[in-house]
């Protein structure tokens, strides 16, 4: 996984040695390899997990399928000119409804005129 051979694995032995001192060195080993097998379990299981979860024929029919997601994003990216074009038309359009209300008066709707309520 990490190739590392034979003499890297003793130089890191002979550090270890002189460092932590050959009455903790065996704890050290202990700790380290439990460290190492709860890792490994962790791995194993996130790895089986996402087996179940994406099993690999599905993969492959998505790695085969690269245009069906490029059609998908050409269509979004039309949506999204569509949108962007439709959004520029509707702030132009309030200023043509303001100089088309320019000369039109406001006024009051008729059942508000009499201060009564509608019939």
Known sequence: MFDIGFWELAMIGVIALLVVGPERLPGMVRTTSGWVRKLRGF???VK???????????????QEKPDALNDVYEM????REAFS????EL????????TSNTGAETSTPPDKKDGGTPA
């Not at 979004?76 to 949506?79: A, G």
């Open 91 to 98: 702030a132009d359009t309030p200023d043509e409804m303001d």
């Open 76 to 79: 979004i990216d039309e949506t």
């Open 43 to 45: 791995v194993s299981t």
């Open 48 to 62: 089986s997990d996402l087996e179940n979860e994406f099993p690999a024929d599905e993969l492959d029919d998505l």
């Open 85 to 88: 074009e439709a959004s520029r």
